[in-house]
């Protein structure tokens, strides 16, 4: 396998797993806000704070990861997102500074604050939305050549219906794939009335999450044919997909194999995404940057490729000691540590 | 104009962003160190009072690293927002050191994490210490490899070019660069001293405060002795610098300097102003100095600005940069160095009220010396952003909006500094040392006298 191929691979899963580990984080704080408004919060705080305290500077980490990986392996395509992303971007970064004070705030400075829990909340639908615009873009369209410069055409992206068709599908993604995640966790914890609230969360975002997928493909055919022929072609995926979402729904719904619904909503992500990599080949910004014609030079993809092997053999043995640790150290889910 | 603009405004917002990143940046590499030197002495000589110091610290620094992972983000993202063009050549040279960078301070906020919830959680003596390893390991590579990237924009190399198209390149040669090794043991020593500085000065500030007892002596004990010695380095570190600079950017140095003119035997400049004749007035001036500084014999030729090409001069103002970086960094030298001094000659107090006192305004000065020390290296490398090959105005983003987003970043960084301090302030007043004393040590008397 070529390089560049086993890169984006590579990136590929980071986003993946980004999508997952951060859905899951920003959910909480959407779901401590809600609770809060609705006087539920004491079911809800001492379990989100206790799951997230030790994972939220992890999280952050895999976005680096992404679009530094990006930026490396396709220098091009950070040129490109790089002078379109200027706006969208920086809404991220200050929103981040949002998210990383609250944690700071709440959980090391330990006072409560209702305007705070409502920024962590609405930070965290906001973040997956202006991030979505990138995947966006990606489809080609968007973007403005002028002097030898590359902009965002702003207009033409607000009034896209197949960018909000994106946005929402972020927005209720996260709400549903935390909710899942945290359904599971609470009974772990044996926290019976979380358990029971968060699984009512879940259930309830099941139906919008997959209107909201099927919005997003139709609206693909419309922006952009080719990438969405290439997905046609590849139905099964995305077949596998809708089956771990109506396992993964029936399995919360019958109460029973927490574990294995969350692994169905993770297997229903993974096809989703993955159908919709493949079917994004050969580009990675339509009709501007490909894969290999736009990838760096062999030697720095080598040199990345083995950095990248490294990084994981030490990083893999260190997560497992952490979430041993915390994750699955049920007496600390539980709370007696 | 507008594109000018742009440049101007990419400029400060990320100038902005780097001076208030690389107050966390420096004691989010620098304070595992002391944290990490603590809980080992304690566990060392089975004291208590050292593990006790570790905890607290660790407290204010997890909050420190929440905001450094906040402004680590944004510049990290920022130089690809607001210098496409820069990134998209650096990108295929240097990204490899960026790359790593993540993986360590992945690494560094994998075992912080673990650090800060297992307190008392294991059985072994050193169990709990060893998890601090990695942390500053992790938090010295980031630095490190950070500090490659900059170097790099120095003194570029391990690349041909074609045009605008990179036609070849080796990844560890543009990392091995000339500026690296020099670069990387400064920021490391600086990061070092600057953060056994501010942990000292906050224990003098509650001696002077509160009063003196066994554990602020051993605090500051502790935090006076890092603080020397790696002080001591740092000015190495410096001489080291200097001398890298005579040799390979010989035109950051001669614009730090006020060396107008290419001579053997060059006097060193201190402070001044300039003329609009470029005269140098009310200098101080030590004879040959500089050529000894630039190359260890006092009559070796420095080269100067007569030299380099007039577009290619630096902005001279760096001069007062470079003066208050090494000032603050010699005071900080004499301060450690009386301090211990003093512990060892009977006759002299090493707590009197003066010498605290400068303990305390030692830190500041610290951290400004990095600052300006930063300020000093970036804007002595224009007009380039990767010097000989590309200048700074190639390499920014034109857009129309870059003032909103400097806005933004501005109230942003307003509201992170404020609130960062308020909390610190908060936590500690919340649990104050003696409270947490009385739970963990009933038996005695705050400060380890017994009741």
């Known amino acids: 396998m070529s390089y560049e191929i086993l890169g984006l691979s590579a990136l ?73 992303m200027l706006i969208p971007g920086s809404i991220v970064l200050l929103l981040i500074g949002i998210r990383g004070s609250f944690y700071a705030f709440e959980n090391y400075g330990s006072r409560k604050s209702k305007l705070y829990t409502f920024l962590y909340g609405a930070s965290g639908l906001f973040i997956p939305a202006a991030i979505a615009t990138g995947l966006t873009i990606s489809e080609g369209g968007f973007l403005r050549h002028e002097n030898g410069s590359v902009y965002l055409r702003y207009k033409e992206l607000l009034t896209n219906p197949f960018s909000w068709a994106v946005v929402f599908l972020a927005v209720v993604s996260v709400l549903y794939i935390s909710a899942h995640f945290l359904t599971y966790y609470a009974n772990k914890a044996g926290d019976e009335p979380a358990r029971k609230l968060l699984r009512s969360y879940a259930l309830f975002w099941a139906a919008p999450q997959i209107i909201a997928s099927l919005t997003a493909f139709i609206f693909i055919s419309r922006q952009n044919p080719a990438h969405y022929n290439n997905m046609l072609d590849l139905w099964w995926m995305f077949g596998l997909s809708v089956l771990f979402f109506l396992i993964g729904i029936y399995l919360v ?58 990084g994981l053999l030490m990083l893999i043995p260190s997560l497992i000691l952490v979430m041993r640790m915390f994750l699955f150290d049920a007496e600390y889910v539980k709370g007696k540590k | ?70 402004t680590g983000t944004a510049i990290g993202l920022q130089l690809f927002l607001l210098w496409p063009t820069f990134m998209q050549i650096a990108g295929h040279v240097i990204g490899l050191p960026l790359f790593m960078e993540t993986f360590a301070f992945f690494f560094e906020a994998i075992f912080l994490g673990a650090y800060i919830y297992t307190w008392d959680r294991f059985k072994g003596r050193y169990t709990h210490w060893y998890l601090s390893l990695p942390v500053v390991i992790g938090g010295g590579m980031s630095a490190v490899f950070i500090t490659t990237v900059n170097a790099f924009m120095n003194t570029p190399q391990g ?42 000065a906050i224990t003098a500030f509650f001696i002077l405060k509160y009063g003196n007892n066994t554990y602020y002596k051993k605090a500051l004990k502790l935090t006076m002795i890092i603080t020397l010695i790696f002080s001591i380095f740092t000015a190495i570190a410096g001489d080291t610098s200097a001398k890298f600079l005579a040799n390979y950017q010989p035109e950051k140095l001669a614009a730090a300097e006020w060396h107008f003119k290419t001579e053997k035997g060059a006097d060193l400049i201190l402070f001044g102003r300039l003329t609009e004749d470029n005269e140098i007035q009310g ?6 100095l500089l050529s000894f500084l630039s190359f260890g014999d006092f009559n070796s030729e420095v080269t100067g600005l007569d030299k380099v090409d007039a577009d290619l001069i630096p902005p001279l103002w ?44 030692n830190a500041p000065l610290a951290m400004l010396a990095i600052e300006f020390g930063w300020i000093f290296a970036e804007v002595g490398r224009q007009p380039w952003i990767l010097r000989g090959y590309m200048r700074v105005a190639e390499g920014a983003i034109s857009s129309p909006y870059v003032h909103y987003v400097f806005a933004a970043f501005l109230i942003l960084y307003v509201l992170l500094g404020t609130f960062v301090t308020l909390v610190l302030v908060r936590l500690y007043k919340k649990n104050p040392i003696q409270k947490e004393w009385e739970m963990r040590f009933p038996d005695t008397l705050f400060g380890g006298d017994q009741k």
């Open chain 1, 12 to 84: 590929w899963f980071f986003l993946f797993a980004y999508l997952i580990i951060a859905s899951i984080d920003f959910g909480a704080g959407f779901f401590a806000y809600y609770a809060l408004q609705t006087k539920k919060d004491h079911i809800l705080n001492r379990l989100i704070a206790r799951y997230l305290s030790p994972v939220w500077e992890i999280t952050n980490v895999f976005f680096i990861f992404f679009f530094y990986g990006l930026a490396f392996f396709f220098p091009d395509a950070g040129y490109y997102f790089g002078s379109a």
């Open chain 1, 253 to 310: 719904y019958r109460e029973s194999h927490y574990g294995l619904s969350f692994i169905c909503v993770m297997l229903q992500f993974f096809f989703a995404l993955l159908g919709y990599g493949i079917g994004h080949m050969p580009y990675l910004l339509y009709n501007e940057i490909q894969v290999t014609a736009d990838a760096t030079l062999p030697a720095m993809g080598t040199a990345l490729l083995i950095a990248f092997a490294g």
């Open chain 2, 1 to 70: 104009m507008f594109a000018y603009d742009s440049v101007i405004l990419a400029r400060m917002l990320t100038s902005m962003t780097l001076v208030f990143h690389i107050i966390f940046a420096t004691i989010g590499a620098g304070v595992p160190l002391l944290i990490c030197a603590a809980e080992y002495v304690g566990i060392r000589k089975r004291d208590p009072k050292y593990v006790l110091l570790a905890r607290r610290w660790t407290r204010g620094y997890v909050i420190i690293v929440a905001v450094g992972v906040v």
């Open chain 2, 159 to 200: 690349f041909t070019l074609d045009g605008r198209t990179i036609t070849s390149v080796d990844p560890i040669m543009a990392m091995l660069n000339p500026a690296t090794p020099s670069k990387v043991f400064h920021v490391l020593t600086s990061s070092y001293m600057t953060s056994g500085a501010i942990l000292a």
């Open chain 2, 283 to 288: 200098a101080i001036h030590l004879p040959k």
């Open chain 2, 318 to 361: 760096i001069h007062y940069m470079f003066d208050l970086m090494v000032i603050f960094g010699a005071f900080g030298i004499l301060i450690s160095m009386l301090f211990i001094v003093f512990m060892f000659w009977k006759k002299r107090d090493q707590y009197n009220k003066w010498l605290l006192r400068a303990i305390v305004v």
